[in-house]
């Protein structure tokens, strides 16, 4: 008989957990050290080459290689050509701006204003968001150049200067990157998700085995969980696949985070398994080993019937929930082509967008515009009314934070502060008071320079929660130390700019988390119901005959979607740092709601295949009678859905009674008469069907029984 025995819970000090989590964070995990060496050669390389030659704005150099060899990796060699095109753009911008409004202080107010919103809109609504970060970054750094009182000739010879340094750390950042992709062959995304099945496969099957579980594999599932795939999702956003594959490796991911949560917990728990529970445990263990190598193989995880029994019926109250999971994962594939292909479905064969189909529906990038903008230009007016150019670098810093603004949460400005204080005051000034005097030569500065580089990019290749800790530390030691190619021993110089930090971080926590915010754990369930109507809504698509017009808006509500669940889950980080009475019951809606996150990707995920067969797109046709099952099947999908968000707003306390079984027993029987009629013969394609509006009527009778 199987027995489990949780660990003792131990009297610990009030913030023994901030300690925790500091430690495990700061952990390292498979890959890491990878990534920290990869920023730190870049970003000295960086710094030699600015310091040898005396190039200007070095320090934006070295902040921009560190920012885009931690953002996105791979990409970036992908996109020289882009970001050379994104400086042309954003200088000429800026030259067309000074030559109409930079004699007029009114209108060039207006100019910037427009400028600072335009910068950060194009942050979130454009398409390919490496340029729009390029098109801001030189923006951001060269509008205060531009209102100095300097000749038009320095003005201008300035931002040559940064087009070319900016452009510099791209292409050496770039060749970093393919250098090591020759030492390490392998997807950025693909092979991150294969180490965190290993971890978990290995600990199943010493479970099944029962063998002890060795500590080196503790260890490695705390960490991996506390990391999380914050870094994942960042990267799988900003590349350049297809907008269904993304939608589905976007939900491998969430699986497979929740897979190793689940494995976390497992592993406080004294698990003493039966013979039966071992068997479920092993074919458990067998397919992840099946779905780990068929993901790096490149071919679409193979389906495995796992024993769905409840937790009633098995003393180890997490393997239903493991064997859940498991079986999720191949499902999300279901209706892809074999071997698994990341080029557009036929709903992805509109022409290359410039800004995102929601770009002007969807209010969150307009809202990010005026946030961002609205904090720039108080800074811009506040070092402009002063006299005070010295701290100019707010404008830069409200970028930069911006940056990490997007899906991110509120605990990102608690990260700023603390990140200035230590790169601004601890290491630029300790710097400046005890080092740099007695250092002559560029060898005594770049080893400073590596040292205070290791632990900016230590602290930025942590999870969401603590990773702009170290890009805040970088930012300003290089703003003190790198923006001019000498030595700086100025006080004055370094102050002016720290507390330019300081200013650009203050008024971005005033406009983002005072004025224009509300507590996590209020927006992360204001999310997850509009996540429900808005699946509810694209359960009743294709509301338009018209392909074109139906296609049109299917892309459009899918951004919406993935874009929201991307933002729960970020949320979710951001409750941890928030205080108060009711903390803990937030942390307990923060449980539940990451729990169903997941169920609620993967309908969208099995949605989008389905919505194929609603369209009769070309390879999807079903028969008459089935289509009009489907589109009642999809009516009844859309009412729960809608009754879910009700209840779960308080509209509605009382449950809808649901006929969603009914109608999709209705569907079922009428695919199986459409069998029948084909004398025996079964199409592959109403198999398939069957088996993701199966899928689709678990998850929503789940959902609607939870909540």
């Known amino acids: 008989m199987s027995t489990v025995v949780p660990t003792a819970p131990s009297q610990a000090p009030p913030f023994a957990w901030l300690w925790q989590l500091i430690r495990e964070e700061l952990a390292p995990y498979p890959g890491r050290m990878a990534l920290v060496g990869r920023m730190i050669v870049a970003t000295t390389a960086v710094m030699i080459t600015t310091m040898t030659f005396r190039l200007p704005e070095g320090a934006f150099g070295g902040v921009y290689a560190l920012t885009i060899s931690r953002e996105s990796p791979r990409s970036t060699v992908a996109d020289v050509a882009a970001a050379a095109l994104a400086f042309v753009v954003a200088a000429s911008y800026q030259l067309i701006g000074a030559i109409f409004f930079v004699s007029e202080p009114q209108l060039r107010f207006v100019w910037v204003t427009v400028t600072f919103i335009l910068m950060f809109y194009s942050l979130s609504a454009l398409t390919n968001y490496t340029a729009a970060v390029r098109f801001g970054y030189l923006v951001g750094i060269t509008t205060p150049l531009w209102d100095q009182h300097i000749s038009a000739e320095a003005r201008l010879e300035g931002t040559l200067w940064a087009v070319f340094t900016i452009t510099l750390a791209t292409v050496i950042t770039a060749l970093v990157e393919v250098v090591y992709a020759d030492f390490n062959r392998g997807s950025d995304l693909i092979r ?37 795939i914050s870094h994942l999702r960042r990267t799988l956003q900003r590349s350049a696949y297809s907008s269904h594959y993304r939608e ?31 068997e479920r445990m092993r074919s458990v263990a067998q397919a992840i080993a099946r779905i780990r190598t068929d993901l790096e193989h490149g071919v679409v995880p193979r389906r495995t019937e796992l024993n769905t029994e409840t937790a009633l019926q098995s003393a180890v109250p997490l393997l239903p929930e493991m064997e859940t999971t498991v079986s999720l994962i191949p499902d999300v594939f279901v209706g892809s082509p074999s071997p698994l292909a990341n080029t557009p479905s036929p709903a992805d064969d509109s022409p290359r967008r410039l800004f995102r189909a929601d770009a002007l529906s969807n209010i969150d990038h307009i809202k990010f515009g005026l946030k961002g903008g609205a904090a720039a230009t108080l800074c811009y007016f506040i070092y402009n009314i002063l006299d005070w150019p010295g701290i100019s670098t707010a404008v830069t810093t409200c970028l930069l934070t911006g940056l990490s603004t997007i899906g991110s949460s509120h605990q990102k400005q608690l990260l700023r502060f603390i990140g200035a204080v230590v790169g601004g005051v601890i290491f630029g000034f300790g710097a400046q008071v005890f080092i740099l005097p007695r250092l002559d030569s560029i060898a005594g500065f770049t080893v400073l320079f590596v040292v205070v580089t290791f632990v900016a990019a230590w602290f930025a290749t942590c999870s969401a929660r603590l990773s702009y800790l170290g890009v805040q530390i970088a930012v300003s030691f290089y703003l003190i130390n790198l923006q001019e190619f000498k030595i700086q021993t100025s006080l004055e110089l370094a102050r002016d700019r720290v507390l330019g930090v300081f200013l650009g971080i203050f008024v971005m926590w005033v406009v983002f988390d005072q004025i224009w915010s509300a507590p996590a754990a209020v927006e992360m369930k204001k999310r997850f119901i509009t996540n429900l109507r808005l699946l509810a809504r694209f359960a009743r698509e294709p509301l338009s005959a018209d392909v074109g017009t139906a296609i049109e808006h299917n892309i459009t509500l899918r951004e919406t979607i993935g874009a929201n669940l991307d933002k729960v889950r970020a949320l979710a980080d951001g409750i941890l740092f928030e205080f108060g009475p009711l903390r803990q019951q937030n942390l307990v809606l923060r449980d539940r709601i990451r729990q169903w996150q997941t169920q609620l990707r993967v309908l969208f995920i099995t949605r989008i295949a389905l919505w194929k067969y609603r369209m009769r797109l070309p390879g999807f046709e079903l028969p008459e009678t089935v289509w009009l099952a489907q589109r009642e099947f999809d009516h009844e999908l859309a009412k729960t859905l809608d009754s879910i968000a009700d209840r779960f707003e308080g509209q509605h306390p009382t449950r809808r009674e649901s006929r969603l079984e009914a109608r999709f027993k209705h569907l079922e029987q009428t695919v199986q008469t459409v069998g029948t009629d084909l004398q025996g013969v079964f199409p592959e394609q109403l198999k398939t069907f069957l088996i993701l509006s199966r899928r689709l009527e678990g998850l929503a009778a789940s959902l609607d029984a939870d909540i």
Do not use: C, H, W
Not at 249 to 269: E, G, Y
């Open 248 to 278: 589905q490796m976007a939900a491998v991911l969430v699986l497979v985070a929740r897979l190793l949560d689940l494995s976390a917990n497992l592993i406080d728990l004294e698990v003493t398994a039966s013979d039966r529970d071992r």
């Open 192 to 228: 991150p998700l294969a180490e965190r099945l290993a971890s978990v496969e290995e600990l199943v099957f010493a479970y099944a085995d029962g063998r002890p579980i060795d500590q080196t594999i503790r260890q490695k599932i705390t960490r991996l969980s506390m990391v999380g």
